[in-house]
C-alpha cells in the first residue's frame, strides 16, 4: 500500500507519543516495575517519546537524571511546578549517597544496591561463626527496615532473586564482581 508523500507513515504514530505532563488524575501504580506506590505526576518519557506516571520518589529520581529536561518542564506555563512533586523523603536516589559501610545492631555491613523502592540494600560484611549472612534494607536515616539471614552459599541466589523480584537502581562495584565472578577492583 502506498502513501502520499505529503503525510509520511509515522505521523499517526507520532501524534500518539506526544507526551502528557502534569498532575495525574486518576492514581494507579507508579509505572516503575517493582513500585507499588500511587502515581503522582506524569512525565515525558526520555528517549523515545510518550510519557510515564511515577509515585513522587521515582519523580525525584527523574528530576535526578534528567536534569535538562526537569528545567525545560519547570519552564513551561502551562503545568503545575513538577518541583513539588519530586519527594524523595528517607530514600535513597543514587549509589553515591548510600554509605559504603554502616554498622546494623552492632554488626557491620557493606553497602550492595539502592533497591527500585528507595531502601539500600547491605549484606554481613564477615559471615556469623555458622557461615550465614545477613542482608538488611535501610532507608536514609539507616533506620533498618527488613532483615533476612541466608547461608552463605545461597547469597548469590538471594542476590539475584531480590533484583528480579525487588529491584535493584544499580549495584555495588564489589557486589557486582561478587554476582558475576572475579574479584573485587582496587579502582
Not at 502551562?78 to 535513597?92: K, M, S, Y
Not at 549509589?95 to 544496591?113: H, N, Q, T
Not at 560484611?125 to 552463605?152: H, M, Q, Y
Request: charged share 35%.
Amino acid at each position: 500500500m502506498s502513501r502520499p508523500r505529503s503525510q509520511p507513515w509515522y505521523s499517526g504514530a507520532h501524534r500518539a507519543l506526544e507526551p502528557e505532563v502534569g498532575p495525574v488524575d486518576e492514581h494507579g501504580l507508579c509505572e516503575c516495575g517493582h513500585c507499588d506506590r500511587e502515581q503522582r505526576y506524569r512525565l515525558p518519557w526520555p528517549e523515545v517519546g510518550g510519557d510515564v506516571a511515577y509515585c513522587g520518589y521515582h519523580v525525584a529520581r527523574y528530576r535526578h537524571h534528567n536534569r535538562e529536561l526537569w528545567e525545560r518542564l519547570r519552564s513551561l506555563d502551562d503545568i503545575e511546578d513538577p518541583d513539588v512533586h519530586a519527594v524523595a523523603g528517607d530514600r535513597f536516589l543514587t549509589l553515591d549517597e548510600v554509605p559504603e559501610e554502616i554498622s546494623v545492631d552492632g554488626e557491620r555491613m557493606r553497602r550492595v544496591a539502592p533497591a527500585v523502592d528507595g531502601w539500600a540494600l547491605f549484606d554481613s560484611a564477615e559471615p556469623d561463626d555458622d557461615g550465614k549472612v545477613r542482608f538488611v534494607t535501610v532507608d536514609r536515616n539507616l533506620e533498618p527496615r527488613e532483615s533476612v539471614e541466608i547461608s552463605r552459599s545461597s547469597a548469590g541466589e538471594f542476590l539475584n532473586w531480590f533484583r528480579e523480584h525487588e529491584g535493584v537502581h544499580d549495584l555495588d562495584a564489589d557486589a557486582r564482581h561478587a554476582l558475576y565472578g572475579g574479584e573485587p577492583r582496587d579502582d
